[in-house]
């Protein structure tokens, strides 16, 4: 993969936070580190989940040693491992055991988005499912003291999910669709 390619996929993964995370407003705490420039992408090219592994651990060596006024949180963009949503699903496991077993968990999570992504209960084309579904999958490395900053401030957090389903059922699948497809054309 070029420096071209991955800053394609950067380019498409940014026209996603911005068209469908910030402005639907599905994390209100998303437009902050991102206009502030504190979001760091990565493009993983590897095609292997060990691999990816060790990526995700180095992601959170570096976001342990640099302060979160700097980076705050790390997209992990793998465009070639894991696009099976089922295989991704299954590694969601594996990061979360490398968490507790490197000591990171209670200092990061990972949130995790799929082009493919689909909720238990629903079906493959239901539009709840665009609320993670992103242009490449993607692990989202989060720093807890953060996220917990950010749920203290905001009132009733805990309606945020119920809120984006109601609100991408209300836009539909095709709309949520043509979003990412635009995204992915390189169109804002």
């Known amino acids: 993969m070029t420096t071209s390619d991955a800053d394609s996929i950067i380019a498409q993964t940014r026209c996603w936070i ?32 060990q691999a990816l592994r060790i990526a995700l651990k180095t992601e959170l060596e570096f976001l342990r040693s640099t302060e979160a006024s700097a980076v705050e949180t790390t997209l992990l963009i793998h465009p070639n491992a894991l696009n099976n949503f089922l295989d991704y699903n299954d590694f969601l496991g594996v990061a979360d055991a490398l968490l507790e077993d490197q000591g990171y968990d209670g200092e990061f999570q990972v949130a995790s988005f799929h082009p493919h992504y689909q909720f238990a209960g629903t079906t493959a084309d239901a539009a709840e499912n665009y609320t993670n579904r992103s242009p490449y999958p993607t692990l989202h490395l989060l720093r807890e003291e953060g996220l917990e900053r950010a749920l203290d401030s905001y009132p009733n957090p805990d309606k945020i999910p119920e809120r984006n389903i109601r609100t991408l059922n209300e836009l ?6 043509n979003i990412l497809s635009q995204c992915l054309r390189g169109e804002p």
Request: glycine residues 6%; charged residues 25%.
């Open 172 to 177: 539909g699948a095709e709309h949520m669709r």
């Open 18 to 49: 911005e068209q469908v995370v910030i402005k639907l407003n599905l994390c209100p705490f998303a437009r902050k580190p991102f206009e502030n420039g504190k979001i760091r992408f990565v493009v993983c090219t590897t095609n292997q989940p």
